[in-house]
């Protein structure tokens, strides 16, 4: 990759350096980040944890270009963010970044296949069928393409946010508390997922979560507190997670 199309080689999927992010000014003001210095290599499972207001939703909104850092640096796929103006940024979270969020967010008038396939009709471009009909049979929900959201089950409808995550094979997917509002078992087939997408399709994935069962699926766990990165290292079991969110509460 060369430096004249706005990209640097790099192992890492995405990197901040320096990241600082401050809310307010003066005597009211919150330092949501403090100088947060984070990679995330390709193909990996990264999970972040804190306590409430620890910053790690602040953090997610930075790496993924929803919001801009007060200072320091974002790199996703070699292009650094802070360089973009708005257009670009938001082309650029449109071609190579996933989302899933808490709430789903499908649109309620369009079913199933059609939520799955707007990050491409947005883009103009024409779905590869191969890759389609293979998320699709992965996530197991082709029954389900024709329903809309409302005739969907909340585990059915967080597959469907899956898929339209991966259908554009973005750079990186960024999950806010992907199982949030489901119950034990979706969440585990959601997560079970997210794990088959980064061990099978080489996705790179980084969730955020308050839960310590969801954070077990990551190769890797970050917990943040009062805007720096207090424990960075491979991946923890749920219990290990659970005594050491205890220890940062």
């Known amino acids: 990759m060369s430096a004249t199309d706005g990209r640097v080689d790099s192992v890492e999927m995405v990197t901040a350096r320096e990241l600082c992010r401050r809310f307010g000014e003066g005597e009211a003001a919150v330092d949501a980040l403090a100088g947060v210095s984070v990679?995330?290599?390709k193909g990996r499972f990264a999970a972040i944890m804190g306590p409430s207001g620890s910053g790690k939703s602040t953090l997610m909104h930075n790496l993924a270009g929803l919001d801009r850092p007060t200072s320091g640096t974002v790199s996703i796929d070699g292009v650094e963010l802070t360089d973009l103006d708005d257009k670009r940024l938001t082309q650029l979270r449109r071609d190579r970044i996933g989302f899933i969020?808490?709430?789903?967010?499908?649109?309620?008038v369009l079913n199933a296949e059609e939520n799955i396939l707007l990050p491409l009709s947005i883009a103009g471009r024409k779905?590869?069928?191969e890759w389609f009909d293979r998320l699709i049979d992965t996530i197991g929900i082709r029954d389900r393409l024709h329903h809309r959201p409302a005739e969907m089950s909340g585990g059915q409808q967080q597959r469907a946010a899956v898929a339209r995550a991966l259908v554009s094979r973005p750079a990186v997917v960024f999950a806010d508390e992907p199982t949030g509002n489901l119950d034990s078992k979706s969440s585990g087939d959601v997560l079970a997922l997210l794990r088959h997408a980064v061990d099978d399709f080489g996705?790179?994935?980084v969730m955020v979560t308050h839960d310590a069962h969801a954070a077990s699926f990551a190769d890797r766990l970050l917990v943040l507190d009062d805007g720096r990165v207090v424990h960075d290292r491979e991946a923890a079991t749920a219990e290990q997670a659970l005594d050491l969110m205890k220890s940062v509460g």
């Open 39 to 41: 990679a995330f290599p």
């Open 101 to 108: 969020f808490q709430t789903f967010n499908l649109l309620p």
């Open 127 to 129: 779905p590869d069928q």
């Open 203 to 205: 996705q790179t994935v």
